[in-house]
């Protein structure tokens, strides 16, 4: 009876361990702040013309006008970058998967830049992908929300006088690093300041000019 005893103790102990493990890994998921968070993505098509203000690694500075289209349904991306003056600097196009340079001028017309460009639009006004880990609302009101697909994570702090985003690799690498400022202006930001992390790294900042609906493509 006593070994009876001394097996069944330790197999509870293990039971309520792994009880403990789950209720601390457990997902916590309200729909509500979910929604709330997905709200800052616009959910119709839209053509926006923003300024552009760029510092560039290695200390350089320039202003461009940027007109981009985009399609939230398909994850259709059009870009095109003109200078101050109006002269088209770049204009591509992509649905995520591969960038096209329909004209350009040296150097922005190159693929990696425009493909970097074509990211960055992405992660500013295209919902996540992955899996949803966390929705949840802080002590102080503001609203969380967590992606998450293989390696990377997407996370969100909605608060009452700006959103922020951040992507990261693994739990700790910043990777991009966005600040959205009301007010919102038919479903966008008036401004966004756009961080890209690293030794290349640089800083977008943008001012709405004007948007427009441009209905489905």
């Known amino acids: 009876m006593k070994k009876a005893v001394l097996f069944v103790l330790p197999l509870c102990c293990m039971l309520l361990q792994c009880a403990h493990r789950e209720q601390v890994t457990e997902i916590e998921i309200n729909p509500g702040t979910e929604k709330e968070c997905l709200s800052v993505f616009p959910a119709k098509p839209f ?7 760029a510092d560039l690694p290695f200390g350089g500075y320039q202003t ?3 007109v981009t289209e985009i399609y939230p349904d398909t994850g259709f991306i059009k870009v095109v970058l003109l200078s101050p003056e109006g002269i088209t600097l ?4 992509s649905t995520g998967q591969e960038i096209k340079i329909n004209s350009g001028m040296p150097p922005l017309n190159r ?3 425009a493909s ?3 990211d960055d639009i992405r992660f500013l006004f295209i919902k996540p992908d992955g899996n949803i880990k966390r929705a949840s609302n802080n002590e102080d009101g503001s609203c969380y929300c967590l992606w998450e697909k293989m390696d990377m994570r997407k996370e969100f702090q909605k608060e009452k006088e700006k959103t922020v ?9 910043i990777i991009r690093q966005a600040i959205l400022m009301p007010p919102v202006i038919d479903g966008l930001f008036s401004k966004m300041t756009l961080q890209i992390k690293g030794v290349s790294g640089y800083t977008l900042s943008f001012e709405l000019i004007q948007t427009e609906d441009t209905g489905n493509r």
């Open 47 to 53: 053509r926006a013309v923003h300024k552009i203000e």
């Open 64 to 66: 461009f006008i940027g």
């Open 90 to 93: 770049l204009d591509a196009e």
């Open 111 to 113: 693929k990696d830049f």
């Open 116 to 118: 970097g460009l074509a």
């Open 165 to 173: 985003i951040r992507e990261l690799k693994g739990h700790s690498k």
